[in-house]
């Protein structure tokens, strides 16, 4: 019969972890992504499971801080008759694992994944652990570390043709549906990654105690004047509109999170607009709704919503050159590179602000030409 241990393997989406019955739930699961809501959808997920499979169980939390890897090898490798039943959960696991996974490291660390390599494959089946590896990927020297028990999930970049597909999901999980309007106007405005999409459902059932929702009941319970919209931010900012962008940025939290969020409809946002202005080349100034359902992808949007993201971005693209687009493009890979290799904080911030009113002055500049 086959173990947990030899089932690792890559899962392509969480709802394909949500859907693993209780019992073939990895005992060590990785999630590679900066996305800390979708680590703790895992987290409470494994705690729900393990209580129905396991009964009671410690929870032991592990942190990127000194000392911390010596106690994660006790944990899992030293027998417990207390507490036999546990979930390690790891955070900031980059940090944790770097001086063990370096290739030019110490004799004392050496030692450390020499004895790790050695115990991992005989640990307890009755011992979960749950990484958040806080980077893009999962590292090929992590995955040779737990000795082909490690399974994992990297968070993807969404684009707008997956919004619908992954909002579908979304609501399969949760068991909701929204009406037509409020669905568009959900995709529109929730930033794109599966944990946003779930915490908002999540939250309108929570307030609403019901699942079936209106255009309403999205505008009133999840777009409050308290929380940062990076919509508002990219509209504003590609419609010059300096005050309103920075009343919105008031908001801020000092979480990269929103910052990354930003950047990437921002992208997104760029890439609409250049397509726009491919259509409108190829079709004397039009922009017929076929090929913007084609390109666009808007082929599910209303009629409604489709006219309007079509005025709107008409509108928008008058405010680019091919040129300028370039150097949107340009200063956002910058801008990207920067956020995620670490900058964060005061500095972080004044950066942001830099880049940005560096970016509202090349729309005045084209404005002014």
Same mark, same amino acid.
């Given at each position: 019969m086959e173990t947990k241990k030899s089932q690792a393997r890559e899962y392509n989406s969480l709802f394909q972890l949500f859907k693993t019955p209780g019992a073939q739930i990895p005992q060590f699961f990785a999630y590679a992504g900066e996305d800390s809501y979708e680590f703790e959808l895992i987290v409470d997920h494994y705690r729900e499971t393990l209580q129905k499979t396991l009964g009671d169980f410690e929870v032991i939390l592990i942190v990127s801080e000194s000392g911390e890897q010596a106690k994660l090898f006790a944990e899992l490798f030293t027998p417990d008759m207390f507490y036999p039943r546990k979930l390690i959960i790891i955070k900031n696991a980059t940090a944790l694992f770097k001086? $063990?996974?370096?290739?030019? %490291?110490? #004799?004392?660390?050496? +030692?450390?994944a020499s004895g790790f390599r050695k115990n991992i494959t005989s640990v307890s089946d009755e011992i979960y652990t749950l990484i958040h590896y806080d980077g893009k990927d999962v590292p090929k020297s992590l995955i040779d570390l737990f000795q082909g028990t490690l399974s994992?999930?990297?968070?993807?970049?969404?684009?707008? #043709? +997956?919004?619908?597909?992954?909002?579908?999901?979304v609501c399969d999980q949760e068991q909701v549906h929204f009406e037509q309007n409020a669905s568009e106007e959900f995709i529109h405005r929730i930033p794109a990654n599966v944990g946003a999409y779930i915490k908002s459902v999540k939250k309108l059932k929570q307030y609403l105690h019901r699942s079936k929702f %209106? $255009? +309403?009941? /999205?505008? %009133? /319970?999840?777009? =409050?004047?308290?929380?940062? #919209?990076t919509n508002v931010l990219?509209? =504003?900012?590609?419609?010059?509109?300096?005050v309103d962008f920075f009343k919105e940025f008031t908001k801020f939290s000092d979480q990269n999170s929103e910052i990354l969020n930003f950047l990437t409809r921002l992208t997104y946002k760029l890439d609409e607009i250049r397509k726009i202005k491919v259509i409108r080349s190829r079709h004397n100034g039009e922009v017929p709704i076929p090929i913007m359902d084609e390109l666009l992808k808007t082929a599910s949007f209303s009629e409604a919503r489709k006219n309007f993201v079509r005025r709107q971005l008409v509108t928008d693209s008058a405010n680019f050159t091919d040129k300028l687009l370039d150097q949107?493009? +340009?200063? /956002?890979?910058?801008? #990207?590179?920067?956020?995620?290799s670490g900058l964060r904080d005061e500095e972080g911030k004044n950066y942001f602000i830099q880049k940005i009113m560096h970016l509202f002055s090349l729309l005045q500049d084209k404005s002014s030409n």
């Amino acid at each position: 019969m086959e173990t947990k241990k030899s089932q690792a393997r890559e899962y392509n989406s969480l709802f394909q972890l949500f859907k693993t019955p209780g019992a073939q739930i990895p005992q060590f699961f990785a999630y590679a992504g900066e996305d800390s809501y979708e680590f703790e959808l895992i987290v409470d997920h494994y705690r729900e499971t393990l209580q129905k499979t396991l009964g009671d169980f410690e929870v032991i939390l592990i942190v990127s801080e000194s000392g911390e890897q010596a106690k994660l090898f006790a944990e899992l490798f030293t027998p417990d008759m207390f507490y036999p039943r546990k979930l390690i959960i790891i955070k900031n696991a980059t940090a944790l694992f770097k001086p $063990i996974l370096e290739t030019k %490291t110490t #004799n004392e660390w050496k +030692d450390f994944a020499s004895g790790f390599r050695k115990n991992i494959t005989s640990v307890s089946d009755e011992i979960y652990t749950l990484i958040h590896y806080d980077g893009k990927d999962v590292p090929k020297s992590l995955i040779d570390l737990f000795q082909g028990t490690l399974s994992f999930f990297k968070a993807k970049i969404l684009y707008p #043709n +997956d919004y619908p597909k992954i909002f579908k999901e979304v609501c399969d999980q949760e068991q909701v549906h929204f009406e037509q309007n409020a669905s568009e106007e959900f995709i529109h405005r929730i930033p794109a990654n599966v944990g946003a999409y779930i915490k908002s459902v999540k939250k309108l059932k929570q307030y609403l105690h019901r699942s079936k929702f %209106t $255009i +309403d009941d /999205v505008n %009133t /319970v999840l777009f =409050s004047q308290n929380e940062l #919209n990076t919509n508002v931010l990219v509209e =504003s900012l590609i419609q010059k509109r300096k005050v309103d962008f920075f009343k919105e940025f008031t908001k801020f939290s000092d979480q990269n999170s929103e910052i990354l969020n930003f950047l990437t409809r921002l992208t997104y946002k760029l890439d609409e607009i250049r397509k726009i202005k491919v259509i409108r080349s190829r079709h004397n100034g039009e922009v017929p709704i076929p090929i913007m359902d084609e390109l666009l992808k808007t082929a599910s949007f209303s009629e409604a919503r489709k006219n309007f993201v079509r005025r709107q971005l008409v509108t928008d693209s008058a405010n680019f050159t091919d040129k300028l687009l370039d150097q949107f493009y +340009d200063i /956002v890979i910058e801008m #990207n590179i920067k956020f995620k290799s670490g900058l964060r904080d005061e500095e972080g911030k004044n950066y942001f602000i830099q880049k940005i009113m560096h970016l509202f002055s090349l729309l005045q500049d084209k404005s002014s030409n």
